[in-house]
């Protein structure tokens, strides 16, 4: 083991532990928010289920003594294989909000994605990281906070989308997260329910502040978004630009043609069209389509150690989180989200233990086979 120490909150075990403790914390339009997704929530459901659909298959005798979690990207070392997905709205689930959260993501040395929704400036949450002594992940030289990324609506409006580049590059964001697959709001028919459409007094989308007027905007989704805003964006910014919400490996193969430098396969959380795939069986054809000319992250519905093991068997190099965070959030600020990703960190690094992989790139797709009524298949065979 890695010698991980949990502070304590209620003493946790799991992160349904944290999910029934954020659920007596919140008020229940605010835990609908963030739990429910489009329509009949199928693809909310089948992003957890799905991983059930495959078995680990563990190697033996392959001494794998001390673990080591750490993977690069962009550049930037981070300590294992699980980043935080961008969500919106933290200071809903708790006054630390994304401040909280970028202290407690920064310490267990790991990447937050900065949502462009959050109701905490990205210059604010940049600060919490920064003043953050992280988990060693480099292999020498002085441990420094991983760099934050930023998520990205495209908005119609040019001229103000650059500024909200802009203010993400001077913060010092390392990556642009690009969500594709909100040309329009999915239909959550709990928030209707509740007739929670908007945040209340005194929270607001802070990274949507006009330069000029100081006024908040309202985030725009673009019916006309399409690949010429990508060639745009790739003209507009260095920065590593990461499509968020491919599943098509069609689209997968386009990325690569447009000079993105990542794809994340993901459903938004089963938040914008219900009935797409749960996003680790849409990952295969993804990773397939892109045949190594970039990484493929992925999100939606990891919750154990054995998920991640999964998602990199089938050709992830690292996973996000995101409703896990809010929950910890949710159930104890920073100390909450602390303990989400060092939950998560120890049942990775027990799972890889047992299944006889020392590191993130030891984990190959021998080590996971499909499952049918609960029993693996053969060795080799594959849907």
Same mark, same amino acid.
């Given at each position: ?5 949990? $502070? ?12 029934? !403790? ?10 609908? *928010? ?11 459901? #089948?992003?957890?289920?799905? *991983? ?10 392959? +001494?794998? +003594? ?19 997905? $961008?969500?919106?709205?933290?200071? %809903?689930?708790?006054? @630390? ?5 970028a202290r407690a993501i920064a310490a267990a040395g790991t990447i937050m994605v900065v949502s462009m929704a959050a109701t905490t400036p990205v210059e604010t949450i940049a600060a919490a990281a920064a003043n953050v002594t992280p988990r060693p992940a480099p292999a020498s030289g002085p441990p ?40 329009? *709001?999915?239909?959550?028919? =709990? #928030? ?5 459409l908007d945040l209340p007094d005194g929270l607001c989308c802070e990274n949507m502040r006009d330069p000029v007027t100081g006024e908040i905007r309202a985030i725009t989704m673009d019916a006309a978004l399409d690949w010429r805003r990508i060639d745009w964006l790739r003209e507009t910014t260095r %920065? ?11 689209? !997968? ?6 000079? &993105?430098? !990542?794809? %994340? ?11 797409? $795939? ?44 995101? /409703? ?13 989200? /602390?303990?989400?990703?060092? %939950?998560?960190?120890? @049942? ?11 590191? $993130?790139?030891?984990?190959?797709? @021998?080590?996971?086979?499909?499952? &049918? ?9 594959? =849907?």
């Amino acid at each position: 083991m890695n010698g991980t120490t949990l $502070p304590s909150l209620a003493a946790p075990v799991n992160l349904a532990d944290l999910r029934a !403790a954020a659920r007596r914390q919140l008020d229940p339009a605010h835990d609908d *928010f963030f739990a429910g997704g489009a329509g009949d929530e199928r693809t909310v459901r #089948d992003n957890e289920a799905a *991983f059930d659909a495959y078995r680990v298959l563990p190697r033996v005798l392959r +001494g794998v +003594g001390a673990r080591d979690l750490r993977v690069e990207l962009f550049g930037e070392t981070v300590s294992m294989p699980v980043l935080v997905s $961008p969500t919106a709205f933290h200071r %809903l689930a708790h006054p @630390d909000g994304e401040a909280g959260c970028a202290r407690a993501i920064a310490a267990a040395g790991t990447i937050m994605v900065v949502s462009m929704a959050a109701t905490t400036p990205v210059e604010t949450i940049a600060a919490a990281a920064a003043n953050v002594t992280p988990r060693p992940a480099p292999a020498s030289g002085p441990p420094r906070p991983p760099k934050l990324w930023f998520q990205l609506y495209p908005q119609p409006d040019l001229a103000f989308t650059e500024s909200v580049i802009r203010r993400a590059e001077a913060a010092g964001c390392g990556a642009l997260v690009v969500t594709v697959d909100s040309p329009v *709001f999915g239909r959550r028919e =709990r #928030d209707l329910r509740h007739g929670f459409l908007d945040l209340p007094d005194g929270l607001c989308c802070e990274n949507m502040r006009d330069p000029v007027t100081g006024e908040i905007r309202a985030i725009t989704m673009d019916a006309a978004l399409d690949w010429r805003r990508i060639d745009w964006l790739r003209e507009t910014t260095r %920065l590593p630009l990461v499509l968020k919400g491919v599943l098509h490996p069609a689209d !997968a193969a386009l990325a690569v043609e447009h000079g &993105v430098d !990542a794809v %994340l396969v993901s459903n938004h959380g089963g938040r914008q069209l219900d009935g797409v $795939p749960a996003s680790v069986d849409a990952l295969p054809a993804v990773v397939d389509a892109v045949a190594g000319r970039l990484p493929v992250l992925l999100d939606g519905g990891v919750r154990r150690g054995t998920d991640v093991l999964t998602a990199l068997a089938l050709g992830a190099v690292a996973v996000g989180v995101g /409703r896990p965070v809010l929950w910890g959030l949710a159930a104890g600020g920073e100390l909450g989200v /602390r303990q989400v990703l060092e %939950l998560l960190r120890a @049942d990775l690094d027990r799972a890889m233990a047992l299944a006889g992989a020392d590191s $993130p790139a030891a984990i190959t797709p @021998d080590l996971v086979t499909p499952a &049918v009524g609960g029993r693996a298949w053969p060795v080799g065979v594959r =849907r």
